[in-house]
C-alpha cells in the first residue's frame, strides 16, 4: 500500500501543471492557402485546456441531414486539403462536404442534456437508481477561418472577439491548412513578446498565481517526451 501511494504521488507530481492550474491550451501557428494561390500565415488554437479538461477545435461539415462529420484536432497534427469541389482529406479521412465550417469550442457554454434517463435495477446488491446526464458540448460555427495576426495580452486566443488582429479566410475558399512545425522567426518574435507581456501581468502582488500559459506545438514536438505524455495524457482525458 505504501509503494502504490508513492507511485501516485510521483504520478501527480509529474502532471502537477494539469493538476493544480488546469489542463493547458494548445495552440499553433498555420498555413492556410486559397484557391487563388495566396498563402496566409497566423495564430490559432488546436485545443482549449481549463480546469475543465481539454476540448479541440476543429471542422465540421455537412453532406446533407444524413451525413455530416465532426474532426477535431488532436496530436497527429492532420492537415486539410481540398482536392475537389466538395472533396476534403483530413489524414486517412477523405469526407464529400457541401459545407465546411471551423468549429471553436465555446467555455461556460456547456449544458447538461433536460433528458436525464434514469433506472432502476435490483441485483444482489438490492434496489438501486441509476440516475445519468448528458453533457452537450457546444462549439461556434464559423464559415469563415479568423486567423489571429496578433497575440492578445492575454495570450489565450479568444473566438470569442474576432472583429480586431483576425483575418477571416471563407471556408469554401481554403485548399490547404497546415500546422507549422517550424514557423519563422516573425512568429516567433510575436509569441516571445506576448509570453514576456503575459508572464510579468501574471507575477504581480495582486496575480493569484492561478494561470497556466499555452502550449505552442512547434515547441511541443521538439520535446519528444513531453509530446508523447500529453498526447497520451489527452488521450486518456477523452477516454473517461
Known sequence: MKKLTIIISIFLMA??????????????VCKIT???????EGFVTLINGSYDGMHSNGFYLYQDEHYNWTTLFDFEL?????????????????????????????????????????????????KHLIKKTELI??????????????????????????????????MNNIISFEILKNPNSKWLEKIEQARKIYLNDNNGEESTGDYLEPIWIHELIKNPKKFKELKEYFKSWKNK
Do not use: C
Open 15 to 28: 502532471f502537477t501543471n494539469y493538476v493544480d492550474v488546469g489542463d493547458p491550451s494548445i495552440q499553433a
Open 34 to 40: 486559397t484557391e487563388n494561390g495566396e498563402t496566409h
Open 78 to 126: 492532420h492537415s486539410l486539403k481540398k482536392n475537389g469541389k466538395t472533396k476534403y482529406n483530413i489524414g486517412n479521412f477523405s469526407p464529400d462536404a457541401k459545407e465546411i465550417y471551423f468549429i471553436a469550442h465555446t467555455w461556460g457554454n456547456d449544458v447538461y442534456s433536460s433528458k436525464d434517463s434514469k433506472k432502476v435495477i435490483n441485483d444482489s446488491n438490492g
Open 137 to 170: 458540448h457546444q462549439y461556434k460555427m464559423f464559415d469563415s477561418i479568423p486567423l489571429f495576426k496578433e497575440l492578445q495580452r492575454t495570450y489565450h486566443i479568444n473566438y470569442n472577439k474576432t472583429d480586431s488582429n483576425t483575418k477571416k479566410i471563407a
